[in-house]
C-alpha cells in the first residue's frame, strides 16, 4: 500500500516538476546530449526553489489565503493567520522567490498576489490530498 501511495506522489510531483519546468524554458523531451550540465543544474535550482516555495504549512496558508483574498498586505496576512510579523516576511519573501507570489508597491503599501505558478502548485497539492 505504501509503495502504491509513494510513486503515485512520486509521479505527480514529477507531472508538477515538468509544468512548471515549462515556464523556465525546461522541455520533457530535450536531448541529454542538448545543453550543458551547468544549464541543467540551473533548471534544477529554479525547480528546486518552487518546490521549497510550497514545501511548508504556513506557507500553504498563505497561497490558499491569497487565493481567495487577493491583493493583501503583510499585515493583512500576519492577521488572518495569526503569524508573527517577522516569521510572516520570511516566508512572504520564499514564495516570492519562488516565483508563487509577486508584490505590488502602491506608495508606502506592498500588497502580495499569487502568481499562475502558486495557482498550479496548489492544485498539485489538492491533487495529492
Avoid: W
Avoid at 500576519?78 to 520570511?90: I, S, V
Avoid at 498550479?120 to 489538492?126: A, G, H, I, Q
Amino acid at each position: 500500500m505504501f509503495d502504491a501511495v509513494y510513486i503515485f506522489i512520486l509521479n505527480t510531483f514529477v507531472t508538477l516538476v515538468l509544468t512548471i519546468g515549462k515556464g523556465f524554458g525546461m522541455d520533457k523531451r530535450r536531448s541529454a546530449n542538448v545543453g550543458t550540465v551547468k544549464n541543467n543544474m540551473f533548471d534544477e535550482r529554479k525547480l528546486e526553489r518552487v518546490a521549497k516555495g510550497f514545501a511548508n504549512a504556513q506557507r500553504i496558508r498563505i497561497l490558499l489565503l491569497l487565493e481567495s483574498n487577493p491583493e493583501l498586505s503583510l499585515g493583512d496576512i500576519c492577521e488572518r493567520l495569526r503569524l508573527d510579523y517577522t516569521n510572516g516576511c520570511e516566508h512572504i519573501k520564499k514564495l516570492a522567490i519562488a516565483g508563487l507570489v509577486i508584490k505590488r508597491r502602491q506608495k508606502q503599501a506592498v500588497f502580495h498576489k499569487i502568481t499562475n505558478r502558486g495557482q498550479e502548485s496548489l492544485s498539485y497539492l489538492r491533487s495529492i490530498r
